[in-house]
């Protein structure tokens, strides 16, 4: 197996230990498994796998319902090691989504998110940033309640995401070691931190929510928005409020704003500001004001020792 750590090492960057698996987990195995695969247990990025190496034919179907039967009794994923195989075999398990990699060639695992072709092509640098989901996903867990244990779908449609959008979410949060995944079919999050240490761990990787701004003049009526900006600053912290009236909206929510009552204005010559957020912020509100932590990333990189003050306050206040 020394080739496939070779290429494991060259491609993800990282050492594994590939380990034969324990004679008692081995007689659990049917004697069909045990005489057309070697079993392996390895650990790639903190994840635990299993390594079963093809000794010979194979139909595709066949694989992928031996796959499950080994993921079945070891309670994890399982990846086909290959040595040699046809470009045509090749399509028929990407398809299928059956995880392989021929040492040297090819490296399809995704469920980690991995889909290598070339050999000596590395993947993609994990990005630093958090995406919006996974940015309302960390913060509601820090400031809301837990999400340990809820499944993808779960999430999904607690915050009316996609599925595709939380799998990747929660696979940057696994990659980044801020999180664990626990289950095989039925994945859930697992936070390694409490929230305190969590929270310093990943405020670096987090961005401000706001994604445009516009000021307007009139006055809105009874509309889904939310106190934000410096009246969220000063209903947080000791910081006076502000004579504009500042409001946070969902993603697309703009295109309902406006009309006979509110009218555009140029920038600072409005009485109304309205936030157009990269995540819902009906997720993370307090009542009608936006959550502190929301805030602070609003105004963490603004040079004023006031405001600088302010912030201190918020993240003391917080009960983690």
Not at 189 to 207: A, G, I, Q, T, Y
Request: charged residues 30%; positive net charge.
């Amino acid at each position: 197996m020394e080739d496939l750590k070779m290429y494991i090492k060259d491609t993800l960057g990282v050492d594994v230990d590939i380990k034969a698996i324990h004679p008692d987990k081995r007689k659990a195995l049917p004697l069909y498994i045990k005489s057309e695969y070697n079993i392996f247990r390895v650990k790639l990025f903190r994840q635990d796998l299993i390594f079963a190496e093809v000794k010979g034919g194979f139909t595709t179907e066949k694989l992928r319902k031996n796959i499950e039967t080994i993921n079945k009794i070891f309670n994890t994923n399982t990846v086909a090691i290959i040595r040699q195989l046809e470009a045509y075999t090749r399509k028929r398990l990407v398809e299928k989504k059956i995880p392989f990699i021929i040492p040297g060639k090819q490296m399809y695992m995704p469920d980690l998110l991995i889909d290598l072709k070339e050999f000596g092509v590395r993947p993609k640098v994990q990005p630093k940033a958090m995406t919006p989901a996974t940015q309302l996903l960390v913060l509601y867990h820090l400031q809301k309640e837990p999400l340990e244990e809820m499944n993808f779908k779960s999430l999904a449609e607690k915050f009316n995401y996609d599925q595709a959008t939380i799998t990747r979410s929660a696979y940057y949060l696994h990659n980044m070691e801020i999180c664990t995944l626990k289950g095989t079919k039925e994945k859930s999050l697992h936070f390694n931190l409490d929230k305190r240490e969590l929270w310093d761990k990943v405020e670096p990787l987090m961005s401000s929510p706001v994604k445009r701004t516009q000021y307007f003049s009139g006055w809105i009526g009874e509309m889904d928005l939310y106190r934000t900006n410096n009246n969220a600053l000063a209903h947080y912290t000791d910081v006076n409020d502000d004579v504009v009236d500042f409001y946070a909206v969902r993603p697309g929510y703009f295109k309902f704003i406006g009309g006979v009552n509110l009218r555009k204005a140029a920038f600072l010559e409005g009485n109304i500001c309205i936030e157009e957020w990269k995540y819902d912020p009906f997720y993370l509100a307090e009542s009608e004001f936006v959550d502190p932590l929301s805030v602070y990333l609003c105004f963490r990189n603004k040079p004023d020792e006031r405001i600088e003050m302010a912030l201190e306050q918020i993240i003391g206040n917080i009960k983690w």
